[in-house]
């Protein structure tokens, strides 16, 4: 009942991606949602070099058989991101699909395609989403105000960017971001997306490496916990609203010099939060979304219950 564009595309049973996740998209998880029919996509931007991000694909093609994804952020980073070495091992590995955020997007995909990836990338407007589709990419992951990771600074909702983007392109199309139910799901595909790409949601899973503090923290925080960070600097990214958060927000209203902030919003502090359980030490990206998390399931029962879920509000509505 779910098959879509997108599943076919990728030889997924079900359309739910999970999208990169810097620190967190590690094998374990990526492995869970692929096994349990979606399709998992590793994170690259915090693997120190290539030869690490080979060591954590091998491991996921250990842990299942079916298809799976690389991201590749290609955003002006802090630390220069080694994306030539993390291309050639995806490459050489034969991963099926690449994801890929920000920055040029073209430079990648002679190389890609030549190797049989299927590629997609994340855009926020209209104009992207046409640009992406010209230059050769099999599908758009759209980002849109409610968004985790990185949306235009033009807070256009995805209510309002899905349909326009289903319009303007002709390649599939993924709703990423602030999907956490079957309803969301069920409202995406009504909305003409084939998919939904989701990353809050998996944080708060148990195969997610994440310290069990960070995942209590989401299952108590409702829709008014996360804010947009980094607009000063034309980097403008929503992340929980935790006390880093609101010292970030407090410093770009005075001001404070580039330097001062790179401290509070380096990626470097990542390992504390996510591992250590230091929820309050870093910037973590994370979705409106999270106000319906309600409870910390395996990634199977979260996809399990996506799916019958949109299957049975489907069937009520088409009757
Ligand atoms: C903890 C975390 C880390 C993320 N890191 C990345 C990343 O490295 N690259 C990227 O393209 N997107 C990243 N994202 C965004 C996700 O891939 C996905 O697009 C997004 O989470 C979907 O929105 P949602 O969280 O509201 O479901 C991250 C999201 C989360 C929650």
Redesign the pocket.
């Known amino acids: 009942m779910l098959k879509t564009r997108m599943t076919e595309l990728m030889g997924i049973k079900y359309p739910i991606i ?8 590690l094998a374990e998880l990526v492995a869970a949602v692929s096994n349990a029919g979606g399709l998992g ?1 590793l ?4 693997h120190p070099d290539p030869e690490d991000l080979r060591e954590e694909i091998r491991k996921v093609k250990k842990l299942t058989d079916k298809p799976f994804g690389v ?1 590749i ?1 290609m955003l002006p980073a802090i630390r220069e991101l080694p994306n030539d070495g993390f291309v050639q091992v995806i490459c050489e590995e034969g991963v099926p699909v690449v ?4 920055g040029k997007p073209g430079k990648y995909i002679d190389a890609l395609k030549r190797a049989n990836v299927k590629i997609m990338h ?1 855009v926020g407007s209209v104009q992207h989403a046409r640009n992406a589709q010209k230059l050769g990419y099999d599908a758009v ?1 759209v ?1 849109g105000f ?5 949306p235009l600074p033009d807070d256009v909702t995805m209510w309002n960017l899905i349909p326009r983007i289903v319009d303007a392109v002709d390649i599939p199309v993924s709703a ?5 139910d079957y309803r969301q799901l069920t409202a995406a595909l009504a909305l003409g997306a084939d998919s ?8 708060a899973t148990k195969e997610c490496a994440a310290h069990s503090n960070l995942k209590q923290r989401l299952v108590e925080a409702n829709e008014y916990d996360t804010v947009m960070i980094q607009r000063t600097i034309n980097n403008q990214t ?1 992340v929980f609203k935790n006390e880093l958060a609101l010292k970030v927000l407090e410093m770009e209203a005075r001001k404070a010099p580039f330097e001062e902030l790179v401290t509070m919003i380096s990626g470097e502090r990542g390992r504390r939060v ?1 591992f250590e359980g230091d929820v309050d030490y870093g910037t ?7 106000g319906l998390i309600k409870d910390i399931p395996t990634v199977k029962e979260v996809i399990d219950r996506m799916v019958a879920g949109a299957e049975k509000l489907l069937k009520r509505l088409s009757s």
Do not use: D, H, P
């Open positions: 999970q999208g990169g996740m810097g620190w967190l998209g996509v994170g690259s931007a915090t991201n952020v994801e890929t955020a920000a994340k992951e980002v409610e968004s985790a990771g990185f990423a971001g602030g999907t956490t939904v790409t989701c990353g809050t949601v998996f944080m929503r996510y973590i990206s994370c979705g409106q979304g999270v």
